[in-house]
């Protein structure tokens, strides 16, 4: 019987242990991983708005940033303005793919300008090639 109390006591303590420890709004279940936490609809950022999401013109005396593009170890996305310093052989692969597979004349020289942008879009692929594109441009 004292074995008993004396288990049941150190649960006991253990669970009011827990429960202090956890910051003010946590319950015990959640710190213990058996109850996952309910999402505050107050802490959710607002929805857009429309006008938000709508591409602005820019006027006289200002000016239009654009996030950098990030490029993977294998060198994608592929975005025009790719292959100028050096030909991109990837660019060459699509290139190739677009004349032998979807009908263009693209000169094959690993150059991700204008002329292969405008293939790209006739053919219904977009501007920015990621390597899921790039796959399916070469029919893989």
Do not use: C, R
């Not at 793919?97 to 979807?102: R, V």
């Amino acid at each position: 019987m004292k074995k008993t109390l004396i288990i049941i006591a150190l649960i006991l303590l253990i669970l009011a242990a827990i429960y202090f420890y956890v910051s003010p709004g946590k319950n015990v279940l959640e710190i213990v991983g058996l109850k996952k936490p309910v999402l505050d609809p107050a802490q959710l950022p607002a929805p857009a708005k429309a006008e938000d999401l709508t591409t602005k013109t820019p006027t006289e005396g200002s000016f239009v940033t654009q996030a950098p593009i990030v490029k993977d170890y294998n060198g994608f996305p592929l975005v025009e303005g790719d292959g100028y310093d050096k030909p991109n052989q990837s660019v060459k692969d699509i290139q190739k793919a677009l004349n032998d597979i979807h009908g263009t004349t693209l000169v094959i020289d690993g150059i991700f300008g204008p002329k292969t942008a405008k293939a790209l879009n006739v053919h219904g692929f977009p501007d920015t090639i990621y390597l899921e594109d790039y796959y399916e441009i070469l029919g893989v």
